[in-house]
């Protein structure tokens, strides 16, 4: 079976596009792919975060991949701090990709913001941990939101570095598969129409999580109150929902809102088009709230229980660990024979 993997930063409250983004996705492909979900716990402290905080977020983000009805006996979970191979061939990719790539990156940008020479280290060089965090149980899937997609490419580059690189010392030791190289392709799975979910504030720009205004975003574990709240303020347009998708062009906050109706109720966006076209945003604002609180309240409840037994989780994230480190250990083990980096038997 095709290995997948992907994570989700511990870095504060869980929200919609998270939810719609990457782990409703999760749970999908466990029916057809090996699954290796991860809490990028390393990820997180790219920029500040208070070290109770960042336990309680660890054990959040754990319990709503269970929640959702992520398997962790059939798949993997765990977090990412717990197995060293992440960190290390991250510094081995530190190594093989160019500053060049790394320039170019536009989600270092927007989080360093105007204060570059202030942003972490750890912030700029992200992508190459991420890269290592996929490559290091040679998966070739990886469902992200859209968000992702440059990162996933820069992932791509290093592979194909690597291997050119390292071509005929693969090749001495006999580790090359297929016409590959030692490191697959990872492809990124960028599918349904929720692979952005803007934010409620501004249309412009994703919804995320380090947003300090928390009315940008609908949270896993917000009450039907709160949910119902920030869709009423939700920033749209006068004009009545068009019937047709072209209608859509040029309104991004009523797109977005379109959007997180068609993922909710697992329908593409015309369908809701069909329904809605015509209709008031007084109309279709309480049919959305309706819709996302049905959808997230049972996952919201769930997660509440998990998180009642701090240890159970733990245990989770430490079984998980484990089973993670015996698929990436020998891969790093070859990964060092390949660049010449010595090791006793
Ligand atoms: P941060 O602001 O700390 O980066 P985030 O909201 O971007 O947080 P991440 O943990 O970086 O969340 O991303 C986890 C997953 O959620 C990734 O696959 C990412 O592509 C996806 N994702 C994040 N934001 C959105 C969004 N607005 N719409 C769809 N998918 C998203
Ligand atoms: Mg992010």
Redesign the pocket.
Known sequence: QPRVF???????N?????Y????VRFVEMQKTHDCIYCV?DL??IT?WQDPAALRTQIRE?TAAFLAAGIDPEAHIVFNQSQVSAHAELAWIFNCVARLGWLNRMT?FKE?AGKDRENASVGLYAYPNLMSADILAYRATHV??????KQHLELARDTAAKFNHDFADSIAALGLGVGDDGFFPQPEPLIQGP??????LRDGSK??????PSDNS?INLTDDADAIAQKIRRAKTDPEPLPSELDGLKGRPEADNLVGIYAALIGKPKADVLAEFGGAQFSVFKPALADLAVDRLAPVAGKMRELLADPAHIDAVLGRGAERARAIAAPILADVKDIVGLLRSA
């Open positions: 992907s994570g989700v930063q511990p870095t504060g869980l929200h919609l596009g998270n719609l983004g990457a782990i990028v990820h997180a920029v983000v989600q989080k469902p992200v939101g859209e968000d992702q929720a692979t952005r979910v803007m934010s994703k919804m995320s999580k380090s947003d975003r």
